[in-house]
């Protein structure tokens, strides 16, 4: 059973780090949060101060400063109280405030979905981290804490979270270093997205643990030995791999858990450099190691500041371990990252080194100033920031990190966006080499230039790194402008005439504005431009243009958006075979648009077509809206209705996004095909940065069994987003 923590427990720990420093301010901050939280529970029916008090513990074993404690006290009561800003301010000064507010979610600014919600939060959280990065290592004590406390939420809610989980908040304490929150974070997650396969693996660790710790406790004790022998002042220790290393090895592998054998590691930790090398030339006199396993952290450090020699052994019996040597040092920044490098001076965050190690977040907030949605930011985030990482050299012997499968692009732009604006070509190893090869680790890259040269629109689709693309838009923005913005004008004139959307809504500026500000332009020639040079998708920005012109319709007619217009009311009404009932028509012919192709449970309209009888379309159709904008129009709307009973079937498309991986797809059908839902058509295609969309015909009765689909489909491993087909 956890232990509750208390706030002698927390001064007693943080006073553990910071002797006979002021904890005044601390006992304030608790004082304060537990008067405005009064009142209100968790799901565990706890006290709600009791979130905040152990996500402040959590920092204080972290061993971060005061005005941290603090901010961790109070992180909620902005969002979930009466408190705002100001008298935030008043008690407790800026800084606190600062990091209290970039923790905090956008809950009060509407949204058109919960993912754009998460992704602006995310997005708002990032620009604080910016300017003080205490706030993340907040929001990490926050997420593991909500994290531990998971199964007081309801299933789905479990596995919403638990999937932000692994997609954002575990990467990203990799990124800063911090081990142990982002093993404990991966197992957490897994644990409800995939309990069977967790519970399957704790089951057969713990089957297998006495025969694995002792074979571990030999290796151990022979190190000892030999370390005394030549007086290494050392702590050696065995380290079991966490469950979710272990699953992801299973999974990428292929292989069942008895097939594993490094599921144990060793580690020694001694006083110095020297010490490290030392270490690791005994050990390989010791043991055997395996060819192209030995990895020198020491020497390049990763990008997290992370730092150790690894090397991969055979053991007795012919069984692979691992090994870990690192000093002490490199211990604690290995287990708690930015935290281990914390250092606050009179107000001034961090110092020299520490900005050095930070400049990741610097690089993002620069990004994103070009950037047009959430969106981007969000790939901008899994792309530059969570993946793999490839070490390359220029030919000078510096050494530049990429994510795995950058290009000399990348590399090229890297260095510097005028090295990349005059690039021609590249050599790696020597070679001359097409731009879009992928960089693999210990190239060596040579970028080739011309002063008359510029980047490629092409360019675009090769590179990886958001800062590449970044900076070759910023290129075609100064280039051609003029001709870019003609040719952007018209393609999105084209685009608004295709959809029936009038034209005049465009030189409504106050109501084109807000959305401009949405996807990042400051006026019309701006995206005109962003259009006619080809960073900017057209169809996201019509997409949201309907629906905020489907607002504007039932605003001037007053109407709420479960209503439509005014019908003219028939006696006679009888079931059409089609399950349709239509006022005031009989025997005749009914058809179901396939624009918006409703189905019974839809608020529906029915529109007198020319020779072709009745179409019947969903009462939010943009077409219908149109229509009905148009007054000669409004003589051809019937009022219709869904029969209470019918044995017809109706279509109706649906969009999965997903992230692309083996047996998508499969998984996909399996799921419809369990569900007994015949599927009239699929359409598959893959786009960039991974991205799956499968595009679903299905046969249903209703909007019930639709529903119950989509969440199906939204539970299946990868899939992003489900989204019916509207006009």
């Known amino acids: 059973m956890a232990v509750t923590i208390t706030l002698d427990m927390l001064l007693s720990r943080i006073r553990q780090y910071y002797i006979n420093g002021d904890l005044d301010p601390v006992i304030k901050a608790y004082d304060y949060a537990e008067k ?21 513990y959590i920092l204080a074993e972290l061993e971060l400063d005061i005005q941290s404690i603090c901010a961790a006290l109070l992180h909620d009561v902005v969002e979930d109280t009466d408190c705002d800003h100001d008298c935030l301010i008043r008690e407790f000064g800026e800084t606190i405030t600062l990091l209290v507010e970039g923790v905090t979610k956008l809950t009060k600014i509407p949204y058109t979905s919960k993912e754009e919600q998460q992704i602006e ?58 081990s142990k929150i982002k093993w404990e974070l991966e197992d957490l997650a897994l ?22 710790e002792l074979y571990i406790q030999d290796i151990i004790q022979l190190l000892q030995e030999k370390l005394e022998s030549l007086n290494i002042k050392s702590h050696v220790e065995g380290r079991a791999k966490h469950f979710y290393s272990i699953y992801r090895k299973m999974f990428m592998q292929n292989k069942s858990i008895d097939e594993l054998y490094d599921l144990f590691a060793v580690r020694v930790i001694v006083d110095s450099v020297a010490d490290c090398y030392s270490v690791l030339g005994m050990v390989h006199e010791l043991y055997k190691p395996i060819p192209g396993r030995f990895k020198d952290y020491i020497a390049m450090p990763k990008p997290n500041m992370y730092q150790s020699l690894h090397s991969t052994l055979i053991g007795r019996g012919g069984t692979p371990f691992e090994i870990q040597i690192r000093t002490w040092e490199m211990h604690q920044i290995a287990e708690n990252g930015i935290a281990a490098h914390w250092k606050y001076k009179e107000g001034k965050s961090g110092s020299d080194e520490m900005d050095s190690k930070l400049e990741w977040i610097k690089q ?141 809504f465009l030189s409504d500026k106050p109501f084109v504005d807000g959305l401009l500000r949405k996807y990042g332009f400051n006026n019309l020639e701006d995206l005109y431009a962003a259009i006619g040079y080809g960073s900017t998708n057209a169809n996201r920005f019509v997409t949201r243009f309907k629906t905020e012109c489907q607002k504007r319709i039932f605003d001037e007619k007053g109407l709420s958006s479960e209503e439509f217009i005014p019908m003219v009311a028939k006696t006679t009404s009888k079931p059409n075979s089609s399950g349709v009932i239509v006022g005031g028509l009989e025997n005749c012919l009914i058809r179901f648009s396939h624009c918006c192709n409703p ?10 077509t020319r020779g072709r009888g009745v ?23 019937v009022p219709v209705r869904w029969a209470q009973e019918t044995d017809s ?23 419809v095909s369990e569900l007994k839902t015949r599927t009239t058509n699929v359409n598959a295609r893959t786009g960039k940065n991974n991205l799956a969309i499968i595009e679903l015909t299905l046969e249903i009765s209703d909007t019930n069994q639709l529903e119950h689909i989509i969440k199906k489909l939204q539970n299946i491993d990868g899939v992003l987003s489900v989204v019916r087909r509207r006009q």
């Open 615 to 637: 179409a019947i379309h969903r009462a939010d159709c943009i077409n219908m809206l149109h229509a009905a904008s148009n007054e000669a129009e409004m003589s051809r709307f």
């Open 649 to 671: 079937t109706f279509q109706t498309t649906l969009y999965v996004n997903a992230t692309d991986r083996s047996n998508l797809l499969l998984d996909i059908m399996t799921t």
């Open 36 to 56: 405005m939280h009064a009142g209100q529970l968790r799901k565990s029916g706890e006290p709600y101060i009791t979130h905040p008090v152990n996500v402040a």
């Open 599 to 608: 189905v019974p449970g839809d608020k529906i309209v029915g529109y007198i």
């Open 121 to 178: 939060n995310l997005r708002k959280m990032f620009f604080a981290m910016a300017k003080d990065v205490r706030v993340i290592v907040i929001k990490l004590a926050d997420r593991l804490h909500n994290m531990r406390t998971l199964k007081y939420q309801p299933e789905e809610k479990q596995r919403e979270i638990a999937r932000e989980t692994l997609e954002v908040y575990a990467p990203l304490s990799h990124r800063l270093g911090m």
């Open 364 to 504: 993002l907030l620069e990004i994103q100033k070009d950037m047009t949605n959430a969106e981007d930011f969000m790939q901008t985030l899994k792309i530059d920031m969570f993946s793999d990482e490839v070490f390359v050299f220029t030919p000078k012997g510096d050494v530049i990190s990429l994510p795995v499968g950058a290009t000399p692009i990348d590399f090229a732009y890297a260095i510097h966006s005028a090295v990349g604006n005059r690039m021609s070509g590249a050599k790696v190893n020597g070679k001359i080499v097409p731009l879009s090869s992928s960089l693999e680790n210990g190239d060596i890259i040579e970028v080739i230039t011309s002063g008359n040269q510029g980047p490629h629109l092409d360019w675009i689709k090769i590179c990886k790194t958001s800062q590449a693309r970044n900076k070759i838009n910023q290129w075609f923005k100064k280039v051609n402008r003029e001709e870019n913005i003609e040719k952007g004008k018209d393609f999105l004139e084209k685009t608004l005439r295709q959809s029936f959307l009038p034209l005049t």
């Open 191 to 212: 644990r409800y997205i995939d309990p069977i396969g967790y519970y399957e693996i704790v089951d057969k660790i713990a089957q297998k643990r006495d025969e694995r």
